[in-house]
């Protein structure tokens, strides 16, 4: 069985900083791409940003300049550091894994979510 579980989520001010993480844990094999997608209240989940297996990256506009993806692939974890927040940045942050586990082969995993709140 593999799991993927965020944390670092929490409430802060509008201009601060929050830097999210996830771990994949169970049978994982190999990893591929990773991302971070975001829901708000009564909105569809979007993309924020990915990092494929060889570590590149890609952001949604929203983010770009302000947010940083990366990996430790050494650990199975990715995280998300964001700047300047922004009270749009306001979302249920959701992580994404693209692997192999074994016994199962490859799949498409989702973590639970991790709430991040910023106050103007």
């Known amino acids: 069985q593999v799991q993927l579980v965020e944390s670092g989520g929490g409430l802060v001010q509008a201009g601060g900083s929050l830097r999210l993480s996830c771990a994949a844990s169970g049978s994982v094999f190999s990893i591929n791409a990773m991302g971070w997608y975001r829901q708000a209240p009564g909105k569809q989940r979007e993309l924020a940003a990915t990092i494929s297996g060889g570590g590149s990256t890609n952001y949604a506009d929203s983010v770009k300049g302000r947010f940083t993806i990366s990996r430790d692939n050494a650990k199975n974890t990715m995280y998300l550091q964001m700047n300047s927040l922004k009270p749009e940045d306001t979302a249920v942050y959701y992580c994404?894994?693209?692997?192999?586990?074994?016994?199962?082969?490859?799949?498409?995993?989702w973590g639970q979510g991790t709430q991040v709140t910023v106050s103007s």
């Open positions: 994404n894994a693209d692997l192999w586990a074994l016994g199962r082969g490859r799949g498409d995993y």
